[in-house]
Nanobody, 126 residues
Framework: QVHVVETGGGLVQAGGSLRLDCAAS????????MGWFRQTPGREREFVAA????????YYADFVKGRFTISRDNAKNMVSLQMSRLEPEDTGVYSC???????????????????WGQGTQVTVSS
């Protein structure tokens, strides 16, 4: 049975940092690309970051470049999102996606796979 579970959300002041972790019990984890998405108030879910199976290639939405870093540990079936210089606009529910495709085409950095976590709330106060 597949489980995708995010941890690490919480409340932080603007300018602060948080790290989100995603544990994914999919059998193909070591060959799967992984991604993070978020849904902020009043907006549809949007892409945040993705990483290929080896961790060698990473992809970011423009609004997080230079502030967020995605990484993975294939020995632990885990993907992490280190978020720094957080802004109130980063407030939302962050979800992990498993088994997607990175660099899908010239306009889509990450095509989501079928497995989603339940999401974790990140709140940034001003």
């Amino acid at each position: 049975q597949v489980h995708v579970v995010e941890t690490g959300g919480g409340l932080v002041q603007a300018g602060g940092s948080l790290r989100l972790d995603c544990a994914a019990s999919i059998p193909t984890f070591v060959t799967s690309a992984m991604g993070w998405f978020r849904q902020t108030p009043g907006r549809e879910r949007e892409f945040v970051a993705a990483i290929n199976w080896s961790g060698q290639n990473t992809y970011y939405a423009d609004f997080v470049k230079g502030r967020f870093t995605i990484s993975r540990d294939n020995a632990k079936n885990m993907v992490s999102l280190q978020m720094s210089r957080l802004e109130p606009e980063d407030t939302g529910v962050y979800s992990c996606n498993a088994d997607g495709i990175t660099n899908y085409n010239t306009t889509l950095a990450y095509l989501p796979g079928n497995y989603w976590g339940q999401g974790t709330q990140v709140t940034v106060s001003s």
